[in-house]
C-alpha cells in the first residue's frame, strides 16, 4: 500500500524543479493550483473562528451595516437633507453599505493576514497569495447576509422598479478585484512597515465619509466629481446602485475612471506582492 | 550538470543565503520613520557609513554549498547553532530564497520544520488535521486517505471533536506529528521534531521515519540528538560557519562533528539578532572547575537583553550524544531583564548525580508556553565529570530519562 501510493505520486511528479535567486515566479501558477484547496481551508478556518465565543454569532453580520444604515438615515437624511433618488433613503443606504462593508472588512482583514499568520509563512511553504485572497472570501460570506437583508428590505418597501440585475456579476467580479488588489498592496506593504496597522483603521474611517455610501454623487458640486471619480468605490457604488435600482451614474465617465483605478490598484498590487514574497520569511 | 534519468533527487550548486543582522535589522522589521531618517541621512552625505555600517551586519548563513543527492539517501546535517542547517531546510523547503544558486528538486517536498504549525487551539482534531494537511500541500482525497492512520498514529480517537485547546502537549504533538508523518512526498525535511514529547513517542516518532526511508524516500535529518541521527541516516554532512566541511559516512559525520564541538564556547555570532542571549556560562565545584559526581555543582549563565524582556530560564545538561538528561528549571520565577541589561544567575546542586564522563550543558530561555522559546540550545557549553573515590556506585547503571530538579537552589546576582 505505502509503496504503491508512492509509486504513483513518483510518476506524477518526476519532472525537475528549479529554484534559484529570483526564479520562484515562473512557478507561481503551478504552486497555485497545487494549493487550491489551502484558499478554501483557510477561509472555513476563519469562517469557524470568526464567531466563535460570540455570544451573538453571526447576528452581528446582519446588526452591523442595520445601524450604520439607521445612523445614515439619520443623518444625511434628517439632519443634511441629502436627496437620493426616487428609491427609498434606507434603501439607498444599504446598498451602499453593502459594497462598504465588504470592502472595509476585507482591507482590515487582508492587512494583517500576512503579519497575523506569521508562523506559517516562517516555517510553512505555499503562495503567500492564498493568505490575502483568503479574507476575500470570508468577507463574501458577510456579504451574502447583507445581501439577504437588502433583498428583506426591498420587499419591504413594495419592490420599487429594478435595474439590470443581470450586469450584476461583472459589478460583483469589480468588488472582488478591487479588494483583492488593495489587500496585495496592504498586506505585503506590513510586513515590511508596520505603520500600515495605524494607516489603515484611520483611512477607513475617513473612507465611509469619502465615498458615496450615504449619499449619491449627483448630490456633489459638479467640480468635485472628477476627484470623486478618482476613488474607484465610487464607480462602484454608482454601479451597484444602477444593477439594483436602475439609477443612471452622476457621470459615466467618471464611473470608467473609477474601474481603471481598480484595475491598476488590481495589477500593481499583484506585481509589488509578488516582488515582497521571496523577502516576506526573512523580515516578517 | 546531469540531464534525462539521472538518479539524483537533489542537486545543489553554489548554494548561498545572506542575512543583514546588526543595527538595521535588529529590530528585524522596517518602519517608514526608520526609512524617512535612513534616507535622510544618505542625503546628508554619510553614505558610505551606512554602507559599512550595512557591510557588517552582512551574515552569510550559507556560502557556496554544493552536493547532490540520490533518491532514497538519508541525509543527517550536522552542525552548531548558526552553522546553516536550519537555513539549509528553509531553502529546499522552499520557505526562503537562494542569494545565489541553485537548486534542482525531484518530487514532492514535505517539511516537518516544526511540528504543530497551523494548528489552531479553537478547531478540533479533526478540524486541524484537514487544515494541517492543506498547509502541508495535501488535498482533501489525499488526507482523507491517510486521515484513519493519522487518528490511529496519534491515539487520538477519542478527542477527534474536542477543540486542541484541551489536549495534554502529548496528545498534540503526537496529533501534529502524525499528520505531517503522513505526507505523500519523496523528499522529507526533518528538523528537531523529536525535541518534544515523551521518550516511548519520541521511539515511535524515529520507527515512523526509518519506514518512511524504508519506502524509498529521500530524507533531510537534523537532530541534536546523535543516535538519533545515527539510527536513522546512512550519509552525513557537517556545516560549519555557512560552508561544507565534510560529506561522507554518517559515522565519520558524527565523529568529526563531536570532535569539532570539543572545544566549543559560546559563539556569540550563533545568537545575533536574538532578544535574549548567553554571554557567558561558567561551572564550578568546590575550590575549583573541576567537577566531580557527588562534589557540590555550580553553574553561573550571564545573559544579555536586547531589549526588555521577561522570561523564565533552565539549566540543561545533556549526554555527549544529545540526549536530554537532566533539567534545572525555576519554573516559579519570572525574571526579567532591562533592553541592555547584562545579569548573572547561579544555579547550585549540593551534589551533582552525574556518572564520570562527558556531558553538555544547555540552556532553555521562554515565556512558560510551550513552543514560546526565545532560544533552546542543548549543546552550548561542554564539561567532563570526573570520579570520585568518595561516592560508591554501579557503574554499569545508567539512566537516560528527563529529570526535573526540584532540590536545587537558585540565585539571581
Given at each position: 500500500?505505502?509503496?504503491?501510493?508512492?509509486?504513483?505520486?513518483?510518476?506524477?511528479?518526476?519532472?525537475?524543479?528549479?529554484?534559484?535567486?529570483?526564479?520562484?515566479?515562473?512557478?507561481?501558477?503551478?504552486?497555485?493550483?497545487?494549493?487550491?484547496?489551502?484558499?478554501?481551508?483557510?477561509?472555513?478556518?476563519?469562517?469557524?473562528?470568526?464567531?466563535?465565543?460570540?455570544?451573538?454569532?453571526?447576528?452581528?453580520?446582519?446588526?452591523?451595516?442595520?445601524?450604520?444604515?439607521?445612523?445614515?438615515?439619520?443623518?444625511?437624511?434628517?439632519?443634511?437633507?441629502?436627496?437620493?433618488?426616487?428609491?427609498?433613503?434606507?434603501?439607498?443606504?444599504?446598498?451602499?453599505?453593502?459594497?462598504?462593508?465588504?470592502?472595509?472588512?476585507?482591507?482590515?482583514?487582508?492587512?494583517?493576514?500576512?503579519?497575523?499568520?506569521?508562523?506559517?509563512?516562517?516555517?510553512?511553504?505555499?503562495?503567500?497569495?492564498?493568505l490575502p485572497a483568503s479574507t476575500t472570501l470570508v468577507n463574501l460570506l458577510d456579504f451574502a447576509v447583507t445581501l439577504a437583508l437588502f433583498a428583506g428590505l426591498w420587499l419591504f418597501y413594495g419592490t420599487p422598479s429594478l435595474g439590470p440585475l443581470w450586469a450584476l456579476p461583472g459589478v460583483l467580479l469589480w468588488m472582488l478585484g478591487l479588494a483583492?488588489?488593495?489587500?496585495?498592496?496592504?498586506?505585503?506593504?506590513?510586513?515590511?512597515?508596520?505603520?500600515?496597522?495605524?494607516?489603515?483603521?484611520?483611512?477607513?474611517?475617513?473612507?465611509?465619509?469619502?465615498?458615496?455610501?450615504?449619499?449619491?454623487?449627483?448630490?456633489?458640486?459638479?467640480?468635485?466629481?472628477?476627484?470623486?471619480?478618482?476613488?474607484?468605490?465610487?464607480?462602484?457604488?454608482?454601479?451597484?446602485?444602477?444593477?439594483?435600482?436602475?439609477?443612471?451614474?452622476?457621470?459615466?465617465?467618471?464611473?470608467?475612471?473609477?474601474?481603471?483605478?481598480?484595475?491598476?490598484?488590481?495589477?500593481?498590487?499583484?506585481?509589488?506582492?509578488?516582488?515582497?514574497?521571496?523577502?516576506?520569511?526573512?523580515?516578517? | 550538470?546531469?540531464?534525462?534519468?539521472?538518479?539524483?533527487?537533489?542537486?545543489?550548486?553554489?548554494?548561498?543565503?545572506?542575512?543583514?543582522?546588526?543595527?538595521?535589522?535588529?529590530?528585524?522589521?522596517?518602519?517608514?520613520?526608520?526609512?524617512?531618517?535612513?534616507?535622510?541621512?544618505?542625503?546628508?552625505?554619510?553614505?558610505?557609513?551606512?554602507?559599512?555600517?550595512?557591510?557588517?551586519?552582512?551574515?552569510?548563513?550559507?556560502?557556496?554549498?554544493?552536493?547532490?543527492?540520490?533518491?532514497?539517501?538519508?541525509?543527517?546535517?550536522?552542525?552548531?547553532?548558526?552553522?546553516?542547517?536550519?537555513?539549509?531546510?528553509?531553502?529546499?523547503?522552499?520557505?526562503?530564497?537562494?542569494?545565489?544558486?541553485?537548486?534542482?528538486?525531484?518530487?514532492?517536498?514535505?517539511?516537518?520544520?516544526?511540528?504543530?504549525?497551523?494548528?489552531?487551539?479553537?478547531?478540533?482534531?479533526?478540524?486541524?488535521?484537514?487544515?494541517n494537511g492543506a498547509l502541508l500541500g495535501m488535498n482533501r482525497v489525499e488526507i482523507r486517505r491517510a486521515f484513519d492512520q493519522i487518528v490511529a498514529f496519534a491515539e487520538v480517537e477519542k478527542f477527534l471533536d474536542t477543540p486542541v485547546k484541551r489536549y495534554s502537549t502529548g496528545m498534540y504533538t503526537r496529533l501534529a506529528f502524525a499528520v505531517a508523518?503522513?505526507?505523500?512526498?519523496?523528499?522529507?525535511?526533518?528538523?528537531?521534531?523529536?525535541?518534544?514529547?515523551?521518550?516511548?513517542?519520541?521511539?515511535?516518532?524515529?520507527?515512523?521515519?526509518?519506514?518512511?526511508?524504508?519506502?524509498?524516500?529521500?530524507?533531510?535529518?537534523?537532530?541534536?540528538?546523535?543516535?538519533?541521527?545515527?539510527?536513522?541516516?546512512?550519509?552525513?554532512?557537517?556545516?560549519?560557519?555557512?560552508?561544507?566541511?565534510?560529506?561522507?559516512?554518517?559515522?565519520?559525520?558524527?565523529?568529526?562533528?563531536?570532535?569539532?564541538?570539543?572545544?566549543?564556547?559560546?559563539?556569540?555570532?550563533?545568537?545575533?539578532?536574538?532578544?535574549?542571549?548567553?554571554?557567558?556560562?561558567?561551572?564550578?565545584?568546590?575550590?575549583?572547575?573541576?567537577?566531580?559526581?557527588?562534589?557540590?555543582?555550580?553553574?553561573?549563565?550571564?545573559?544579555?537583553?536586547?531589549?526588555?524582556?521577561?522570561?523564565?530560564?533552565?539549566?540543561?545538561?545533556?549526554?555527549?550524544?544529545?540526549?536530554?538528561?537532566?533539567?534545572?528549571?525555576?519554573?516559579?520565577?519570572?525574571?526579567?531583564?532591562?533592553?541592555?541589561?547584562?545579569?548573572?544567575?547561579?544555579?547550585?546542586?549540593?551534589?551533582?548525580?552525574?556518572?564520570?564522563?562527558?556531558?553538555?550543558?544547555?540552556?532553555?530561555?521562554?515565556?512558560?508556553?510551550?513552543?514560546?522559546?526565545?532560544?533552546?540550545?542543548?549543546?552550548?557549553?561542554?564539561?567532563?565529570?570526573?570520579?570520585?573515590?568518595?561516592?560508591?556506585?554501579?557503574?554499569?547503571?545508567?539512566?537516560?530519562?528527563?529529570?526535573?530538579?526540584?532540590?536545587?537552589?537558585?540565585?539571581?546576582?
Amino acid at each position: 500500500m505505502e509503496s504503491e501510493r508512492l509509486d504513483k505520486t513518483t510518476a506524477r511528479s518526476e519532472s525537475l524543479l528549479v529554484l534559484s535567486a529570483g526564479r520562484s515566479s515562473a512557478l507561481l501558477w503551478k504552486d497555485l493550483w497545487r494549493f487550491r484547496e489551502l484558499l478554501a481551508f483557510l477561509a472555513w478556518r476563519d469562517v469557524l473562528l470568526r464567531y466563535k465565543q460570540a455570544a451573538f454569532g453571526i447576528g452581528w453580520a446582519l446588526l452591523r451595516p442595520v445601524l450604520t444604515m439607521l445612523v445614515f438615515t439619520l443623518i444625511f437624511r434628517r439632519v443634511v437633507e441629502v436627496e437620493a433618488s426616487s428609491v427609498p433613503y434606507p434603501l439607498f443606504a444599504l446598498c451602499g453599505m453593502l459594497v462598504w462593508q465588504f470592502f472595509s472588512g476585507c482591507v482590515a482583514d487582508a492587512a494583517q493576514s500576512l503579519v497575523s499568520n506569521t508562523s506559517l509563512v516562517t516555517k510553512v511553504f505555499f503562495p503567500r497569495l492564498i493568505l490575502p485572497a483568503s479574507t476575500t472570501l470570508v468577507n463574501l460570506l458577510d456579504f451574502a447576509v447583507t445581501l439577504a437583508l437588502f433583498a428583506g428590505l426591498w420587499l419591504f418597501y413594495g419592490t420599487p422598479s429594478l435595474g439590470p440585475l443581470w450586469a450584476l456579476p461583472g459589478v460583483l467580479l469589480w468588488m472582488l478585484g478591487l479588494a483583492l488588489g488593495v489587500g496585495f498592496w496592504l498586506s505585503s506593504a506590513t510586513v515590511r512597515y508596520r505603520d500600515v496597522k495605524f494607516l489603515v483603521p484611520f483611512g477607513l474611517q475617513l473612507g465611509l465619509y469619502a465615498s458615496p455610501i450615504g449619499y449619491p454623487i449627483s448630490a456633489l458640486p459638479e467640480k468635485f466629481r472628477f476627484w470623486a471619480y478618482l476613488n474607484p468605490l465610487s464607480g462602484l457604488v454608482e454601479g451597484f446602485r444602477w444593477c439594483f435600482f436602475g439609477s443612471s451614474p452622476a457621470d459615466a465617465h467618471g464611473v470608467w475612471l473609477s474601474l481603471g483605478v481598480s484595475v491598476f490598484l488590481l495589477l500593481s498590487g499583484f506585481v509589488f506582492f509578488r516582488k515582497m514574497e521571496d523577502s516576506f520569511a526573512d523580515i516578517i | 550538470m546531469p540531464t534525462s534519468s539521472d538518479r539524483f533527487d537533489v542537486e545543489i550548486a553554489n548554494l548561498s543565503k545572506l542575512y543583514h543582522v546588526g543595527s538595521r535589522d535588529n529590530e528585524r522589521y522596517a518602519t517608514l520613520r526608520g526609512e524617512i531618517s535612513r534616507a535622510m541621512r544618505t542625503l546628508g552625505g554619510l553614505i558610505g557609513r551606512d554602507e559599512a555600517a550595512r557591510k557588517a551586519g552582512e551574515f552569510w548563513a550559507l556560502k557556496d554549498v554544493s552536493f547532490q543527492v540520490k533518491r532514497g539517501e538519508r541525509i543527517g546535517l550536522l552542525g552548531h547553532n548558526g552553522a546553516g542547517k536550519s537555513t539549509l531546510l528553509k531553502i529546499l523547503s522552499r520557505i526562503t530564497a537562494p542569494t545565489h544558486g541553485r537548486i534542482g528538486l525531484r518530487g514532492r517536498v514535505a517539511s516537518l520544520l516544526e511540528v504543530g504549525t497551523g494548528f489552531h487551539g479553537e478547531l478540533t482534531g479533526r478540524e486541524n488535521i484537514f487544515l494541517n494537511g492543506a498547509l502541508l500541500g495535501m488535498n482533501r482525497v489525499e488526507i482523507r486517505r491517510a486521515f484513519d492512520q493519522i487518528v490511529a498514529f496519534a491515539e487520538v480517537e477519542k478527542f477527534l471533536d474536542t477543540p486542541v485547546k484541551r489536549y495534554s502537549t502529548g496528545m498534540y504533538t503526537r496529533l501534529a506529528f502524525a499528520v505531517a508523518a503522513h505526507l505523500e512526498a519523496e523528499i522529507l525535511l526533518i528538523d528537531e521534531v523529536l525535541a518534544v514529547g515523551d521518550v516511548a513517542f519520541q521511539e515511535k516518532c524515529l520507527g515512523r521515519i526509518s519506514e518512511m526511508s524504508a519506502s524509498g524516500r529521500t530524507i533531510f535529518f537534523v537532530s541534536h540528538n546523535m543516535s538519533a541521527i545515527a539510527q536513522v541516516c546512512d550519509r552525513g554532512l557537517l556545516l560549519e560557519r555557512g560552508r561544507l566541511s565534510f560529506d561522507g559516512k554518517i559515522h565519520d559525520a558524527i565523529s568529526r562533528y563531536l570532535e569539532s564541538t570539543r572545544s566549543a564556547g559560546i559563539s556569540r555570532e550563533a545568537f545575533a539578532g536574538r532578544p535574549l542571549a548567553p554571554v557567558e556560562i561558567r561551572l564550578r565545584s568546590e575550590g575549583g572547575e573541576r567537577l566531580a559526581i557527588g562534589k557540590p555543582f555550580e553553574a553561573e549563565v550571564e545573559l544579555e537583553a536586547r531589549q526588555d524582556m521577561s522570561f523564565q530560564m533552565a539549566f540543561l545538561v545533556s549526554d555527549v550524544m544529545g540526549s536530554e538528561l537532566h533539567w534545572l528549571y525555576p519554573f516559579e520565577r519570572d525574571l526579567t531583564l532591562r533592553k541592555g541589561e547584562k545579569k548573572r544567575y547561579r544555579f547550585a546542586l549540593d551534589s551533582l548525580d552525574l556518572f564520570p564522563g562527558s556531558y553538555w550543558g544547555g540552556l532553555w530561555l521562554g515565556k512558560g508556553g510551550w513552543m514560546d522559546e526565545f532560544l533552546y540550545d542543548r549543546q552550548l557549553y561542554r564539561f567532563n565529570v570526573e570520579d570520585n573515590p568518595a561516592v560508591k556506585y554501579f557503574p554499569n547503571f545508567r539512566t537516560a530519562s528527563v529529570k526535573v530538579h526540584k532540590d536545587f537552589r537558585f540565585t539571581e546576582l
